[in-house]
C-alpha cells in the first residue's frame, strides 16, 4: 500500500537537505502525480536555496578579502534625503561564518522582510550599533557632516570595536581604524546591508512614530520624503518642529 502524500510530505518537511536526497531516491518511481509536484517543489526550493548562498558568498568579497581582519564592521545611513526627521547611521560586526539568507540593499527589500531581518540580524551579530543626527544638526552642519557624526555615533554605542570599516561610498573623516569605501555597497557586502536594513528599519520607525504626533503630514507613509502628499501639507499647515528647515525653504 502506498504511503499517504500527507505523510510523504511530512517527511520532507522534517529532512535536512541531505536527508532528503535519499527521499527523492525512495519516491522517485512514485507515480502518484501528488507526489511527483511535491518532489519537484523541494527540488526548485533547493535551486533557489543554491543561488541565494552563491549570491550571498558573492557578497562575501570585501569581507573575505580583508580576512586578517577580526571585526570587520559595515556602516551604512538612512535619511540623506528626506525633507523631515533625522539622519540615522547603522553599525554592524557579523561572524565570519555568518549565514543570512535574502540579506540585501534595504532599498531591495519589502517593509515587512526588511522587519524581520532587522531581528535576525541583531540576534547573530558579534556586535552593532545605531547612530542619529537630528533635524536642527543637519540644519547647523548640513547633511554630509550631520551623517559623519551619526556614522561615528554608530561606531562609538557599539559593544566590540571594529578594527576595520565597510561603509557604502563615502569615506569617514577622522576615523581612527582602516577604511574601505564601496560604490553601491549595501549591494556588494553583506556587513554594508546589514547596516543599511539596522538604519532603515530604525528611521522607518522613528518616523511612523512621529506620524502620531504629526498626523496630518503622512509620515507613516512617505516617512518624510518629498512626495507631493508631503509637501502638499507642508504648504497648508507649514513645518512641525521635525522638518529640516534648510531643506523646504522652497516650499514654506
Known sequence: MSKPIEKIKADFEAASINERKELY???ENDE???VINLIAK???EEEKLKTELCRLNAMRE???KYSEFQMIAGIDEAGRGPLAGPVVAGAVILPKDCTILYLNDSKKLSAAKRDLLYDEIKNKAVSY???MASPERIDTINILQATFEAMHDAIDNMVESPDMVLVDAVNIPHLSCKQVGIIKGDEKSVSIAAASIIAKVTRDRIMEDMDKLYPEYGFSEHKG???KAHIDALKKYGACPIHRNTFIKKFV
Open 32 to 34: 502518484r502525480k501528488g
Open 25 to 27: 531516491l525512495l519516491y
Open 129 to 131: 550599533g545605531i547612530g
Open 62 to 64: 570585501f569581507e573575505n
Open 42 to 44: 523541494y527540488r526548485r
Open 225 to 227: 520624503y518629498g512626495t
